[in-house]
């Protein structure tokens, strides 16, 4: 059951509990996002039985997510690309090469052929796990995610979680994506002109790109590896036994210390994450540490 406890309306409500997505559900089996996630959160993820009752509004930035992804992918799909192409300036020679997930046979036999590959979901078997998951594009062989994220997000320029994601997507897709740099398309879902006119370390447009070097076959096999090891290790470790999410898994800023010059002032003088600088200031100034 869903429950609905803020009583949001039937048409909001209906399309927060629907959803499409197709789950995997073979014993073993562990998505790429889900390695992704701290190991405490994977391990009590799999021992869980059952979980607490969900709310509709739990599911908001997951369905607004799925509602990009998706329009994304009908965007290419039935032929839709050629017009869209067409107003973008496209050539028809260019137009015409474009084919969306081709089979192989294709590929191989078809002179001049500029493959787009969607929504692809791939399993591979590896320590005793499946590991599996579904990319979003593979276009001039480069794997493509398309994420929705705060301006924060971006400016913070975290691209770990990302070049890991690929990473994999590409070691589970070795036939289709020969490239070692990954696309990450970012929709900044909070963009604000005037902060992109007054910051240049501001995303200066809505959609950004970001392109990263991905891990190496090896190295992202390896990863896996350790990673598989770890959660077979932990699996039946008492909860309160397992290790604690670390700082950056928690995306935990570092401390920071502020000096008020003015403290009835609700604007810090100056804010540094060295401790020692604001006490110096204090000191200085005689008053105390905020």
């Known amino acids: 059951m869903i429950t609905n406890n803020k009583?949001?309306?039937?048409?909001?409500?209906?399309?927060?509990?629907?959803?499409?997505?197709?789950?995997?559900?073979?014993?073993?089996?562990?998505?790429?996002?889900?390695?992704?996630?701290?190991?405490?959160?994977?391990?009590?993820?799999?021992?869980?039985k059952a979980s607490a009752e969900p709310d509709v509004l739990d599911f908001v930035a997951s369905r607004v997510g799925t509602a990009i992804h998706t329009a994304s992918e009908n965007a290419w799909l039935n032929g839709n690309y050629k017009k869209s192409m067409w107003k973008l300036g496209c050539t028809s020679q260019v137009i015409n090469a474009i084919k969306v997930n081709p089979t192989k046979e294709e590929v191989e036999t078809t002179e001049g052929i500029m493959p787009v590959y969607l929504e692809r979901r791939s399993i591979k078997e590896i320590e005793g796990f499946k590991v599996g998951g579904k990319f979003d594009c593979v276009m001039y062989g480069s794997i493509r995610d398309i994420k929705t994220v705060k301006a924060f997000s971006y400016m913070k320029n975290d691209m770990e979680p990302y070049r890991l994601q690929l990473s994999i997507y590409r070691w589970l897709n070795q036939d289709i994506?020969?490239?070692?740099?990954?696309?990450?398309?970012?929709?900044?879902?909070?963009?604000?002109?005037?902060e992109a006119d007054a910051k240049p370390e501001y995303p200066q447009t809505p959609v950004v790109e970001k392109r990263i070097k991905l891990m190496s076959l090896t190295e992202t096999e390896e990863w896996l590896k350790e990673r598989l090891n770890?959660?077979?290790?932990?699996?039946?470790?008492?909860?309160?036994?397992?290790?604690?999410?670390?700082?950056?898994?928690?995306?935990?800023?570092?401390?920071?210390?502020a000096f008020y010059a003015k403290p009835e002032s609700k604007r810090a003088t100056k804010v540094s994450e060295d401790q020692s600088v604001i006490n110096q200031m204090y000191i200085e100034k005689g008053s105390k540490v905020e």
């Open 7 to 48: 009583n949001i309306s039937l048409n909001m409500a209906v399309f927060l509990a629907h959803d499409e997505y197709d789950y995997n559900k073979e014993p073993n089996y562990i998505s790429v996002t889900s390695l992704l996630k701290p190991l405490r959160a994977i391990i009590t993820g799999l021992n869980s």
């Open 230 to 257: 770890s959660i077979t290790q932990l699996i039946n470790v008492p909860q309160d036994q397992l290790p604690l999410c670390t700082p950056e898994e928690l995306w935990a800023s570092p401390d920071k210390w």
């Open 177 to 194: 994506i020969p490239s070692n740099i990954g696309y990450v398309d970012m929709l900044i879902t909070d963009w604000k002109q005037y």
